[in-house]
């Protein structure tokens, strides 16, 4: 079994062809050919002290998530103190605010999104995976009568900024131009289940929760194996970000607390 590994080479998801990268984006400009008729959308959250300090994506687990409880029981003891201090109207809502979703233990879980994409620089299938503000993007096009299906022309991604200051923008081409039959053959080749790379049914969510208070994915995961074998590091989540990396931005704004825009938008 072959395994996807990240833009750090950290071994991620699963993939029975063939390796697989992710796609990296600097600064500046990415040209690629989206393969997939529509990206894979999942949740997760980024736990910038999980994983031995070295910061991780930790899967949402739905009902069953024990970070999102953590965050419900912090907001029920603010929301009491509210109420003890009689506050009302916009006094309740700043102290709501600045006492409670600012300070959320793990900020708020965030929408992603995973698509197959040919990397013009290379020639190669990788995957694509970031967040609503590129695929919002990429989506502009795929909606417009004048573009249509992303994968009929290539795009070229523009990355400016890095952290809290990121910003990406999409070009399409000018025109439509139709894959090779060689490289036809290499995504049909390549592709791998999007839903079963970040499934991670197997891990817990006391699981999850270890791992981001920090806790290393290897000895958490070892203990699926009775401590018998050295663990597959390919049925962790992806670690999504390196500090030191100058490439890729380490995007803050999926971290720890929720942005001026997520909380004017609330309802108190």
Request: with cysteine.
């Amino acid at each position: 079994m072959e395994r996807c590994v990240d833009d750090d080479n950290n071994e991620a998801g699963f993939n029975e062809e063939r390796k697989l990268d992710y796609l990296k984006l600097p600064e500046g400009d990415t040209r690629i050919r989206v393969l997939d008729v529509a990206p894979y959308a999942f949740k997760e959250w980024w736990a910038p002290r999980g994983n031995g300090g070295k910061g991780t994506s930790i899967p949402y687990k739905g009902k069953d998530d024990l970070l999102e409880a953590e965050n419900k029981a912090f907001m029920e003891k603010v929301f009491q103190e509210a109420d003890r201090l009689g506050l009302k109207g916009d006094k309740r809502k700043k102290f709501l605010r600045e006492k409670g979703y600012s300070k959320l233990p793990w900020g708020k879980v965030k929408q992603k999104y995973v698509i197959h994409v040919l990397d013009r620089a290379t020639g190669e299938v990788k995957l694509l995976e970031k967040g609503n503000g590129l695929f919002k993007e990429l989506k502009k096009y795929a909606v417009n009568p004048e573009y249509g299906d992303l994968r009929q022309y290539d795009v070229t991604i523009t990355r400016k900024g890095s952290g809290l200051n990121t910003e990406y923008t999409v070009t399409p081409a000018r025109q439509n131009t139709p894959l090779t039959d060689e490289e036809i053959r290499l995504y049909e080749e390549s592709k791998v289940d999007l839903a079963k790379l970040k499934d991670h049914s197997h891990i817990t969510p006391e699981q999850c929760l270890a791992v981001a208070k920090g806790a290393k994915w290897e000895d958490v995961l070892k203990k699926n194996n009775n401590d018998e074998e050295k663990v597959d590091q390919d049925t962790s989540p992806q670690d999504d970000y390196s500090e030191g990396s100058s490439e890729e931005p380490i995007e803050i704004d999926s971290g720890e607390v929720l942005t001026d825009e997520e909380l004017e938008n609330l309802e108190f």
